[in-house]
């Protein structure tokens, strides 16, 4: 962000602040902030994070629940087990359980769910989690027993994430736009470009235990609109608030609490590594010897976020900083663009999603970039451009996003994946990763993983994405940090 506009921004900041914090919400709803609008809402067919911060754990509902401090609880799984060579699992499923339309939940709908995630044409992003399950049993309606070809420790984590939710065969087609689940909540209606409602499901197992009666996610893109519609009271909750000169003005407010945790978002350059120019490892050097990461995350982020030279979080233990690879050393970049064979510089486009970490982050990675010899064309898109050209279709050069999945390393080995990297010795160490039983030799693998993908500059690694929460002082059980983009509604509550 230009010094210009941080000005423009504070000052109309300032006039925000003198606004009074209106009525407080209902004390049994609750009005929540998305900067983007998903394009649907069923997790299972669009990787858009946006689909789990309104659906996961409120209207769908998993075998398992990721907790906030990343471990894992029952779900609809109330309990299960695991064979002494790590292949089979048993899980025992919760009873009297109902979706949305009234059809009860069996062990069969387990079954479809995870049957149709790995059948072909599956549009799902984990695909391959599914297709490793060479069996599933279901011996009553209330037990399944999953086998696997090969083991993964992680296999319990994975199924609380959002690939993982459980829908039925009779409502599956239409979830995109009517999502039907077992979760604590029901949805509504979707009002496009305003907001998406959910209420709640009165007959849930743990509705007792549900405080509030009514969600409503409304979408505001604007950074401002959202900071004045906090302070007025029209908002009671922002789960993922942009970093900006506006978050002075509500930590001065008594009424607004302000709070920092972290995230899994790998905030990365995305880099087509098929490239005719990118495919060269000297140009992707030349690229990650021009980065600036502190100059991005102040300009961008207003300095919340924390390097990373790897795709991998910083809170995680098996973390290694790898952000000295390549330092910073444009005269460095110059030469390895001439060795490269682009003495006159290298015209490259940097196509950019609608967030603001993006596309101002953007703004200052370009200049970077065309220190050290290149020529960047900036291209904003919007996000149903950005999946289709540059997610599906690979027709990019470079972009900006952050991946938010947790302990998402494993893309890399993702055969089309939008990277489009493809080294047979990384795949071989997220092999070994995934089947390690021993945390040792797991942290090993993983280790090699990180150092392999800084040491190739598959990607410019920026930054870890934080997570800036601010909320209504009286709205309690929100989550702080996310080992996921979710919001779990179930446990909010008002004070």
Known sequence: MTIAKKLVYAAAVAAIAALPLGAQAAKNSVNIAMTLEPPGLD???????????????????????????????????????????G??????????????DGTDFTSADVKYTFEANAAEGSKIKRKKRFEN???????????VRITLKKARPMFVFWMGESTAVIVGEESAATNATKPVGTGPFKFVSWTKGDSVVMEKNAGHRNAGSVKLSKV???????????????????????????ASAGLGALQANPDVKVSFGTTEGETILSTNNKHPALSKLKVRQAIAHAIDRKEIIEGAMFGAGVPIGTHFAPHNPDYLDLTGTYPLDRAKSKALLAEAGYGDGLALSLKLPPVPYARDGGQILAQQLNKAGFKITIENVEWAVWLKQV???KTYDLSIVSHVEPMDIGIYARPGYYFQYENAEFNDMIMKADGARDPAMRSKYLKMAQKKLANDA????????????VRNKNLMGVWTSSPMFVNDMASAYWK
């Open 87 to 100: 292949l089979v699992y048993t899980f025992m499923l919760e009873k009297g359980v109902k979706f949305h």
């Open 458 to 469: 598959v990607n410019g690694f920026l930054f870890q994405l934080a997570k800036t929460t």
């Open 43 to 85: 997790p299972r067919s669009n990787p858009a994070a946006a689909i789990g911060q309104i659906a996961l754990y409120n209207i769908y509902e998993n075998l398992t629940h990721i907790n906030e401090d990343a471990t894992v609880s029952p779900m609809l799984a109330k309990s299960w087990t695991v064979s002494d060579d």
């Open 133 to 143: 399950m060479a069996k599933i049993e279901t011996p009553d309606a209330h037990t």
């Open 391 to 393: 997610y599906k279709q």
């Open 216 to 242: 409503k996610y409304r979408f505001i893109n604007d950074p401002a609109a959202q900071i004045a519609a906090m302070m007025s009271g029209d908002l009671d909750l922002i789960p993922f608030a942009r």
